[in-house]
């Protein structure tokens, strides 16, 4: 079946647009991830949604980031005011949370955001 | 505080080489640890991890809870295992992975 989506690929912005960035998890993933892969700074965690609402967004870096999570499904991770240092490849992943340990992430290609 | 490190940025050896890309944590329980893989132009995937003690693709990897390790092996590298590795934690019930920097596995013919 198909994996988990995200759009746009690619995304140039000026330096104090705002930004949206989409999600499309595997159809019945309950999971939705957000991690953020800077140049030489690996994998972060940014945001984790069961359902519709998000018990951990511990890792969003400041309040110019937010997310949210609608019918269960589509994700859209919003940058307001982009700067330089949110220039980063935004993964998404998803899972079938069972509930007690932690179920495979499945990944999307990534959204490359580049701020000018 | 919570933490996995992986101390070579880039691994290369000839085809036919044993492979050890090393990961070391740092976490207070019982975490679940993950290796994964990104080949190039692919999607991040799950290669292995520690719960399931397989080898898949020839690599395995054994939680050593005393050094708190999770080194990733593989007795005769491949030229295709080239990729990017990351080694991942995960508490219980806490669902997101903290990731380490990765290791870039160049394995030449």
């Known amino acids: 079946g198909a994996g988990v989506s995200q759009s746009p690929s690619n995304k140039v912005t000026e330096k104090g647009k705002d930004v949206e960035l989409r999600c499309d998890p595997i159809s019945g993933h309950t999971a939705l991830y957000w991690y953020r892969q800077s140049l030489g700074q690996g994998l972060e965690f940014l945001i984790y949604f069961q359902g519709n609402s998000a018990p951990d967004k511990s890792g969003l870096p400041s309040d110019r980031f937010s997310a949210e999570r609608t019918g269960g499904s589509v994700s859209t991770l919003t940058i307001q005011r982009t700067q330089q240092e949110d220039s980063a490849v935004y993964l998404c992943?998803?899972?079938?949370?069972?509930?007690?340990?932690?179920?495979?992430?499945?990944f999307g290609p990534g959204t490359r955001l580049t701020v000018l | 505080a919570q933490r996995v490190t992986q101390p070579e940025k880039l691994l290369s050896v000839f085809k036919g080489a044993p492979v050890e890309l090393k990961c070391n944590y740092s976490y207070s329980g019982s975490p679940e640890l993950f290796w994964y893989v990104q080949y190039s132009r692919q999607r991040l995937q799950l290669l292995l991890r520690?719960?399931s003690r397989e080898s898949i693709k020839g690599f395995t990897a054994d939680l050593n809870k005393g050094e708190t390790s999770f080194h990733l092996k593989k007795p005769f590298a491949q030229e295709e295992d080239s990729a990017m590795y990351y080694c991942a934690l995960s508490g219980y019930n806490t669902d997101k992975l903290i990731f380490g920097t990765g290791t870039r596995l160049q394995v030449f013919p």
């Open positions: 520690h719960i």
């Open positions: 992943a998803s899972s079938y949370r069972r509930g007690g340990g932690t179920d495979t992430q499945y």
